[in-house]
């Protein structure tokens, strides 16, 4: 995956009451572009997940970024990450409804009909790491080819709650403010994410 750009200074023109002093805008820039690089993956990974394809994946979570910097970048560092997920949860959900209406527009139209979503592919991340054995590479990736697609079959909210609290590992409170729901729907949603990944998958990630 290409790295995203760094944000320094793209909030600094649109939050703020009273101008801060260089060094703490300094200092709360290298805060935030920290912040980012440590999520860029993950956040593309959930989003590559939701939407099946990665450059909408990428504007998705590049326009999240983006807003985070412009919106909150002076609030407390500890708000960040919920913060960020919800509007990255929301840019999902705008881009899927997007897709919907020009689908159903599509049918209306004469000639062969383009469906972006059936043909989108789905790649894993080619990161050269130190390579295990041919075998056990093939394992982790059939096993983890596995996941996505059980993923995907989820309903939204649970597919959110899971991958909020288990590959952000977002507590409970946290999760629900950036689903922007309540903690007992958040505790529903993955409950029930987690008994049906079970059943589909006891077998390879038991």
Known sequence: MSGFGTLTAAWMVADGSAPATRGVVLEQTRALDKFLAEIERRAFRMAQVALRDPDDAMDVVQDAMLKLARNYATRPSAEWRPLFYRILENGIRDLQRRRTVRKRFMTWLPGPKEDPDQEAQDPLDSVADNAPAVTELL???????????????????????????????????????????????????????????RAQLGEVWG
């Open 139 to 197: 394992m982790q990736r059939q096993a983890m080819e596995r996941l996505e697609q059980s993923l995907r079959e989820l309903p939204a909210r649970q597919r959110e709650a899971f991958m909020l609290r288990n590959f952000e590992g977002l507590d409970v409170a946290e999760t629900a403010t950036a689903m922007g729901c309540s903690e007992g729907s958040v505790k529903t949603h993955y409950s029930r994410a987690v008994h049906t990944l």
